[in-house]
């Protein structure tokens, strides 16, 4: 997880995982870059939560829930204990837990700063900086996990769709071939599927388009003779 970074700027390597006893607490991501912002927007998260409580407290249930999530979030890494939750997509998580606190904040700050009292006015500053924080490590996220794995889906798409249309090249030249050996019978009826196929790919695209069950049928028709 987060392997765009370097070794002090993430998470710990999940290959630790089959040693993991206990809540050891990693020493180097806390003082990795990830570490340190998390334990910034905890550190930040808490200054609103008491500037809240001393002014307005209807806003401080946004600002202690979102210190609990980060002191999980905190407590996951730190122990490496989420590579036990090899199923979840965590940065996903992360990235969507930066995106909430930002919009949470934001909210709360501008709606605090109404109340001209000097803890509401303390808790807008603090909260002003708190979202900068938690959008440059959404921005962190995004740049080194969520943008790599989109370009890798993107790159193995044409393979696909050019594996499609070769095969459906090769039908087409079979059927060909096969149509004037026997006098256009079978060759017509293929020569039927693959304007089909060519009307779906058209449609839709050539790899969705590419049944590889009538395929195969074709191909074994072709090359038996039944």
């Known amino acids: ?62 600002a202690l829930l979102e210190f609990f999530i980060t002191l999980a979030f905190l407590f996951l890494y730190a122990t490496q204990y989420y590579q036990r939750f090899d199923r979840l997509n965590w940065p996903c998580l992360d990235f969507l837990r930066c995106v909430s606190a930002i919009i949470i904040f934001l909210v709360v700050s501008f709606a605090a700063v109404t109340s001209r009292e000097g803890a509401a006015i303390a808790a807008f500053v603090f909260g002003i900086i708190l979202v900068s924080v938690f959008a440059y490590d959404a921005f962190k996220i995004y740049r080194t996990e969520l943008m790599p794995r989109t370009t890798e889906g993107l790159a193995a798409a044409p393979g696909k769709k050019s594996t499609g249309l070769w095969v459906s090249l090769d039908l087409g030249f ?52 039944h």
């Open 1 to 62: 997880m987060f392997n765009a970074w370097d070794c002090r700027e993430r998470p710990p390597e999940e290959g630790a995982a089959a040693g993991l006893q206990g809540f050891g607490v990693d020493k180097n991501f806390l003082s990795s870059l990830k570490g340190i912002l998390l334990e910034t927007e905890l550190a930040l998260t808490f200054v609103i939560f008491i500037c809240f409580t001393a002014s307005i407290s209807a806003y401080m249930a946004a």
């Open 174 to 225: 079979l059927a060909d071939c096969h149509g004037q050996e026997d006098g256009g019978g079978r060759g017509v009826v293929l020569e039927e599927r693959k304007k089909g196929w060519a009307k779906e790919a058209g449609d839709k695209s050539i790899w969705s388009a590419f049944d590889p069950t009538a395929h195969t049928e074709a191909m074994a028709t072709l090359l038996l003779g």
